[in-house]
């Protein structure tokens, strides 16, 4: 199975900054990674997919980029509504794997 | 409009059955592959099973493998899960996801665009 590492598992940051979330995986997997954003006691929700193309509806303050093992997702200008928790996930090979989680905070 | 709607969660005693369903509407649900993913209480996402469109293929993490099966009705719109012997770690909330890509030849798929609102299964004596 590949692994996938996110960090860091939590983060505080205020409305306006500039956030990272890096994610890496234990192999190889080109560019087959996705982003998702879930709120509390919702469905998640994909943000990018291919690592770096935005889903149709998502505000561009968010973009992600990388390639091979390393991988980030960065918002540009942190929203209040923001708030929740990312997920990456890798789609190169069965079985599908997520990364555990960053949860994200407004300070 | 797409939408999922997942029903048949419940309590159900270690050992147990239980089957959920996942009614899909608002697009040509036999080109899609279709997955569950589910979510411990306070944990991750974590990928159960997926199933082609044809429901010729399938694949199950080895976590549920032998006691989860994954099947679907495409005259009725729906996939399921069937879920034996199942065990306290199993409690989650059960999503169903839609694939993005239609007719994607592939299990691993491309990315989920659709998901349901989850349904909550809790194992418990």
């Known amino acids: 199975d590949i692994q996938m590492t996110q960090s860091p598992s939590s983060l505080s940051a205020s409305v306006g900054d500039r956030v990272s979330i890096t994610c890496q995986a234990g192999?190889?997997?080109?560019?087959?990674l996705n982003w998702y954003q879930q709120k509390p006691g919702k469905a998640p929700k994909v943000l990018i997919y291919?690592?770096?193309n935005l889903e149709t509806d998502v505000p561009p303050r968010f973009s992600g980029r990388g390639s091979g093992t390393d991988f980030t997702l960065i918002i540009n200008g942190l929203q209040p509504e923001d708030i929740a928790t990312y997920y990456c996930?890798?789609?190169?090979?069965?079985?599908?794997?997520f990364g555990q989680g960053t949860r994200l905070e407004i300070k | 409009e797409v939408q999922l709607v997942e029903s048949g969660g419940g309590l159900v005693q270690p050992g147990g059955s239980l089957r959920l369903s996942c009614e899909a509407s608002?697009?040509?649900?036999?080109?899609?592959?279709m997955t569950w993913v589910r979510q411990a209480p306070g944990k991750g996402l974590e990928w159960v099973s997926v199933i082609s469109g044809s429901a010729l293929s399938t694949y199950h993490a080895d976590s549920v493998k032998g006691r989860f099966s994954i099947s679907r009705d495409n005259s009725k719109n729906t996939v399921y899960l069937q879920m034996n012997k199942l065990k306290v770690e199993d409690t989650a909330v059960y999503y169903c996801?839609?694939?993005?890509?239609?007719?994607?030849?592939?299990?691993?798929?491309?990315?989920?665009?659709?998901w349901g609102q989850g349904s909550l299964v809790t194992v418990s004596s």
């Open positions: 291919d690592a770096s």
């Open positions: 192999q190889d997997i080109r560019k087959s």
């Open positions: 608002g697009f040509n649900f036999r080109d899609y592959v």
């Open positions: 996801a839609k694939d993005a890509l239609s007719n994607a030849g592939r299990l691993r798929g491309y990315y989920f665009d659709y």
């Open positions: 996930q890798q789609f190169d090979d069965l079985p599908i794997t």
